[in-house]
């Protein structure tokens, strides 16, 4: 059974977001370099307003802001990764997907429908892969029960959604789940969006490096139902 929805979900009260968010917004609006972040929002497409922070400098930062702070629990990740994203410079979702990504290992499976929120919500690549290849994988990986969601979203409308199904295995290597990969693969070979093409090649190719075998196969007895630029982008480092 799902256990997404649709719903925005609701902020819990923590204290550990109070603090960190106080903290957050401090020490990132400080730091802000305006010529810099007119560029960065260029280069992502206007998807949203930056801060005009580089990475090494926002890692910096974040230690700063996280000095001292005691081991988040699931309610505390909410409230800071929904607070994070009613915000509308990025780097602030880049800190909440960080933080998603250090302690992912201590959500439950109930986690996802906030997650599903993350990636639907100012959505774009800078984002959406992060939170699919270690959020959701790893909640995924955890709990196995979490398929059926995935087998969703495969066929969800939203095209971030689409993608997530397809790059949530990218880390499993030997855990991969083949059907499940090359099923939605063919589900979705004929979408006419760059992204959902794009990730078909690229969950592909990744498997490769653990069964290159069994990737030409699938290419060599799909490849019709497949976009050529998924084509193209599943045997780069393997050949036909």
């Not at 699919?132 to 196995?144: E, F, I, N, S, W």
């Not at 066929?155 to 790059?167: F, I, N, P």
């Not at 969950?203 to 060599?220: G, H, M, N, Q, W």
Request: aromatic share 8%; hydrophobic share 40%.
């Amino acid at each position: 059974m799902s256990v997404t929805a649709r719903e925005i979900p609701d902020v819990p009260r923590s204290p550990y977001a109070d603090t960190v968010m106080e903290r957050l917004t401090a020490v990132y609006g400080a730091a802000a370099e305006p010529e810099r972040a007119a560029g960065m929002r260029a280069y992502m497409r206007d998807v949203a307003p930056f801060l005009g922070l580089t990475s090494p400098v926002r890692r910096a930062l974040t230690r700063t802001v996280l000095e001292g702070t005691p081991r988040p629990a699931e309610p505390d990740l909410t409230a800071v990764a929904l607070l994070c994203w009613r915000l509308p410079e990025r780097e602030y979702q880049y800190f909440a997907v960080d933080l998603l990504r250090r302690h992912v290992t201590h959500c439950s499976s109930g986690f996802l429908p906030v997650v599903r929120h993350l990636l639907t919500t100012v959505p774009w690549w800078d984002t959406v892969d992060l939170l699919a290849a270690h959020v959701v994988g790893g909640l995924v990986a955890a709990d196995r029960g979490l398929t059926a969601d995935m087998d969703a979203w495969s066929a969800d409308e939203d095209r971030w959604l689409v993608r997530t199904a397809l790059l949530h295995q990218l880390r499993y290597k030997e855990r991969t789940d083949p059907d499940r990969l090359f099923g939605y693969c063919l589900r979705q070979g004929g979408h006419d969006d760059f992204f959902v093409r794009k990730a078909i090649g690229w969950s592909l190719r990744e498997y490769a490096k653990t069964d290159p075998d069994a990737v030409r196969a699938f290419v060599a007895g799909h490849g019709p139902r497949l976009a050529p630029l998924s084509v193209r982008e599943a045997l780069r480092n393997i050949g036909p």
